[in-house]
Every structure is written in C-alpha cells, then in structure tokens.
C-alpha cells in the first residue's frame, strides 16, 4: 500500500522538475484531441514509486502500483479513476503511453533510419533534458553547485540477449602502438594488433553465415570488469555514463548527499570522451563553475585530441590514474618524461618502473575484523607505504612548471625549471650558494656542459603540449596528496553499488523488461531518481535538514481498517482461514 503522503512527495518532485510539460508538448503538439486519462506526470511517478519499492520496472508493475496500491479517493484525485465506482486504467493504456513516448523520441539509426541528423540531434537533446530535469529534481535546494566531478562509465545490460560479438573494448579502442611509451610495451601492443588484424582476415575469407539480429536494435556488444556477480568481461547493452559531486580534499564528506547529479546511457563500446565531454558541458551551462575530474584509467587511455585536450581547453584540471601501458619513460630532448612530467636524465633507472599498490588509500579496519582482514590491511599498508617512498625520491628528479607559454601551433605548450634550479637536487652544473637539507639527492656523473641537453644548459626549458598533455595533472601521481584527492573517486564506486545493490536498485539485466535506448533510458532514470531521493532524505535525517520538500519527514502511519462491502469498519469475526486446518489440528 502506497501512503497519500508517499505518492505526494513523489510526485511534487516530478512536478517540479517540469517533465509533465515537457512530454505533453511533445505527445500532443497541436493539444487537440481527447485528453488521455493516465498523464505523464502521474505515470512517471508510478514509475519512481515502483523502483523505490523494490519491484521490477515492467509496465504491469507500474499499472498495478497505481491502481492497486492507491486508495481509491486518491487513483480518482490523480485520474487513474474516473469517479469512486468506475474501472481504473488499464495496463494497455499505460503500454500506450510508453509506447507514444518511445516513438517520439527515438533517433537511433537502427530504430528509424528515415531520420535525418538534424531531427536525430533535437530528439536527443530533448531525451536528454528530460533526464537532466527529472535527476536535478532530486537534489536538496540548497545543495550547492559542483565544482569537482568523480566521472566514470558503468554496464548496464540489455534485457534482449547478445547475439552479437564485442565490437571494441574500452582500454583499447583510442590507442595505436606508437602511441605506447615503454618499447617493451610498444612490442606487445603491435603484436597484439597484427594478431586482431591477421584474425580478422581470417574471418572475412570465412564463408558468409546468415546475420544474427538481436532484439534490442540499440544494444550493442561490449567489455566491462569481470566481477563475483557478472561472471564475465563481456556484455550486451548500454554503458552508463555519470558523474557525482565531490567535496574538497580534506572537507566535510557528508557536505551534501552521495547522489548522481548526471547521466547519460549509450550503446556500449563507443567512444568513451564524447558523452562525458557533453555531460560536463551541460552542467558547465546549468550553472555548475566544474573545474576538476577525477577519473579512471579508462579515460586517460585515450588520446589527448579526445579527452585530455578537451578538458584543458574547457579550463578543466583532470586527477587521474594512469594505465599500466602508459607507464614508463620516454626520451624528449635528454628529458625523461614519465607520468606526464620531464624528469632529469641523470635520474636512476631504478625509479623509472615503481609497482602500483593494489590501493592507493588504506581505510581504517572494523572493531571485529577477522585475522585475514588484518593481514590484509597490513599487506596493502606495507605496499603503499613502499610506493610513496619511491615516489617520493622519484619526486625530487621531476621539473618543476614554470609557466604556460602557448603559441600559434601549440596553445598547451608550457615550461619547466630543471630540479637542481630549483633546489631539489644537487647538481654541478646547477651551483648554488645555498646549504641543500641532509638527504637531497646528488647527481651522479652529470653531462659535460659542452655537450649537455639543453634542459640542462638552461634555468627553463620549453615543453610541448603533445608531449605530456595526455598524462599531465596539477598533482604529482602517486604522491599522498594524489591519493588523497583521487581517493574521492570512491562517491562514484559507491553510487554505482547502491544502483547494483540487491536491497536496494538491484540494476542488472532484467531490471526493466523493455528494449532500445529511448526506453532503457528512462527507466534507468526512474531508477536513479528513486536512488537519489532515498539517499537525500537520509543524509537529511542524518544532518538532522528537513527544510527541503524531499527531506520532510513522513506523517506516522496509524495502520488501517478494513471495510466490508458497505464501506463500513468490519468487525466480523476472524474467518476459518486463521485457523489451522483439522489435519494439523492436535
């Protein structure tokens, strides 16, 4: 049973978002006609209440939640019921609805290929707005404006299964093998793209088998990471883009709720920047002053013309963690470039390669944990606690930015003051008349000066953007303050499990029973906005805030009466299916 004051809070949040307004202009352009007896607003909030009640989005759940589960005087006040003694809607007026929204808004190629590009961009867009509304709904009203993102991509599968091989996987589908800074890896990469090239040869002198069609045209077939749950690396359907707020470093972590505050679904195995790239700009233009990313490896794969370019120049700075291949050094001009900073030739080799912890911050263990998990802990605090040591010493080789210094061809193009000019290191072809502390690095067998790079002939020295812009960032990767801000990453892990969680939106396949991008995505976004109300009134509770309509507190239930046929309180004594029957009888 849905409480009045349940479906009101609801439903004043979908009101408020105005998405009524926006499907109804679209639905019936010209506002002829007879008026439909389920409105959008009413359906999306069934739909909500749906999700947040635990049960599967089909449409017959929906139908049932609002004709059921509503007390009559409330099914006749919303118009799910004409009058107290009519016959509600009926689950084929609600399939309708969803129906008519579907093909309004449909700009996939596969759906309706007699679209043009300009009427598949407005469509979009308006899907989109829709999503962004309902989402920004969701947020306390004096949550303030975001200005660092965690941003990251999640699976969502398809409810059609997959007949359909992966087109691409995320880690590889920007990178070419001369992009690969370690020769050993440059070696794997080419001999890893001759074997996909020699395979797909292979493949086209096969004789031609029939095409295989998948029932969700949208879907398509891509990687993801390999969990307990999901068995498997591969899937068919969609990648989640979104992003969440995050607090400063070092500020309060329960400033504002944990809650999404974008999202976007496209077909899996794309190319990752482009929505990510969209969603920035659409908060960027919503009044969010975004300055920072934190994102994964799956991001700074890609080439900087897609991602990192982009960002820098949108004015924002990227913390980010780096792929395995993107690790180790490359030569420019004497310099050694690792991590997207010069560093001094005469560094040791030693500190070229430092092993990654498994993790880059160590929580606190529980009262009660057991002796595996104490181990454990030990294990990952020994691992970082080495890392830091070696990227600390690595650190004091590292240049030191001076300052931007664009030109026509390269507007990222920057300089950087070598370290002995700088005071980290000792070097002789840097003298100083200063003490240097004990234990600062001295360069061993520096370069005659005759014959010295020039990084080491002048106090700074010009860097290409090209060189470093994939990789650069304002901290220095690895080091405790890296760690520390890409720690706050962990809002978005989190987000993502509370949608998988089995107690709570349990998002996987089969969590809506429907097909294409246009309807996956909103039932997605019924489902996170379910999530997101949940987790806003329980920071409210928790910060003792229920100024804001969604944090209100509920009205206490006093229970119910039942009614007999007439409408009247049944006193009527309790029937023989309270008692057991005579065979269980003693």
């Not at 370290?419 to 980290?424: D, I, L, R, S, V």
């Not at 790079?453 to 890296?482: D, H, N």
Request: charged share 30%; glycine share 6%; with cysteine.
């Amino acid at each position: 049973m849905i409480r009045r004051c349940e479906f009101k809070l609801v439903y004043d949040a979908v009101k408020r978002s105005g998405v009524g307004a926006d499907f109804e202009a679209i639905l019936v352009p010209t506002k002829t006609g007879r008026p439909r007896a389920l409105t959008a607003e009413v359906f999306v909030t069934g739909a909500v209440l749906c999700a947040l009640d635990g049960l599967t989005l089909t449409l017959k759940n929906i139908h049932e939640l609002l004709t059921t589960d509503l007390a009559k005087s409330l099914q006749v006040l919303i118009g799910v019921k004409a009058d107290y003694e009519a016959e509600p809607i009926t689950v084929r007026q609600v399939r309708y609805l969803f129906e008519a929204i579907d093909r309004r808004f449909t700009f996939s190629v596969e759906q309706d290929p007699t679209l043009s590009d300009v009427e598949r961009e407005i469509r979009s867009e308006a899907l989109q707005s829709i999503l962004d509304k309902l989402i920004n709904a969701t947020h306390p009203q004096s949550m303030p404006k975001q200005t660092a993102l965690a941003m990251d991509t999640s699976a969502v599968e398809a409810w059609a299964k997959s007949k359909i091989a992966p087109t691409a996987e995320s880690d590889e589908a920007d990178v070419l093998p001369h992009e690969v800074v370690d020769d050993e890896r440059a070696a794997e990469t080419v001999k890893r793209f001759d074997r996909a090239e020699r395979k797909a040869k292979k493949e086209k002198s096969k004789k031609a088998k029939p095409e295989r069609i998948c029932h969700d045209p949208d879907a398509h077939g891509g990687y993801r990471t390999m969990t307990y749950d999901n068995k498997s690396n591969k899937f068919n359907g969609y990648d989640l883009f979104a992003s969440v707020g995050v607090t400063p470093v070092g500020g309060d972590t329960d400033l504002w709720p944990k809650v999404l505050i974008a999202m976007t679904l496209r077909p899996a195995a794309g190319d990752v920047p482009w929505p990510a790239l969209a969603q920035l700009d659409r908060l960027v233009d919503a009044g969010h002053p975004i300055d920072e990313a934190i994102v994964d490896r799956g991001f700074s794969y890609k080439i900087p013309e897609h991602w990192a370019g982009e960002l820098k120049k949108r004015g924002i700075s990227q913390v980010q963690d780096i792929h395995p291949l993107d690790q180790g050094v490359r030569d420019l001009n004497g310099m050694r470039i690792i991590a997207g900073v010069p560093h001094c030739p005469r560094m040791p080799d030693r500190l070229i390669d430092i092993t990654r912890p498994q993790h880059f911050k160590v929580g606190e263990l529980k009262k009660k944990a057991s002796n595996g998990a104490r181990l454990n802990q030990e294990r990952n605090s020994r691992d970082l606690a080495t890392f830091h040591e070696g990227i600390d010493e690595r650190s004091k080789y590292a240049f030191v930015f001076h300052e931007n210094n664009a030109t026509k061809g390269d507007p990222f193009n920057t300089r950087w003051m070598c370290p002995g000019e700088a005071g980290k290191i000792e070097c002789s072809l840097c003298p100083k008349n200063v003490e240097f502390p004990a234990g600062t690095p001295v360069v061993v067998d520096p370069p005659e000066l005759g014959v010295a790079p020039k990084c080491c002939s002048q106090k700074t020295v010009s860097v290409p953007g090209p060189a470093i812009m994939k990789l650069r960032q304002e901290l220095y990767w690895g080091s405790p303050e890296f760690c520390e801000s890409y720690s706050r990453r962990s809002n978005i892990e989190g987000v993502f499990g509370n949608l998988r969680d089995t107690s709570n939106q349990n998002i996987k396949r089969g969590f809506c029973r429907v097909s294409g991008l246009v309807k996956t995505s909103l039932m997605l976004a019924f489902e996170v906005v379910a999530a997101n109300i949940r987790l806003v009134r329980q920071w409210a509770k928790r910060n003792s805030l229920i100024d804001d309509p969604l944090c209100i507190p509920m009205a206490k239930d006093h229970g119910f009466e039942e009614l007999d046929e007439n409408g009247k309180i049944s006193l009527a004594e309790l029937s023989f299916l309270d008692r057991p029957p005579d065979d269980l009888a003693e």
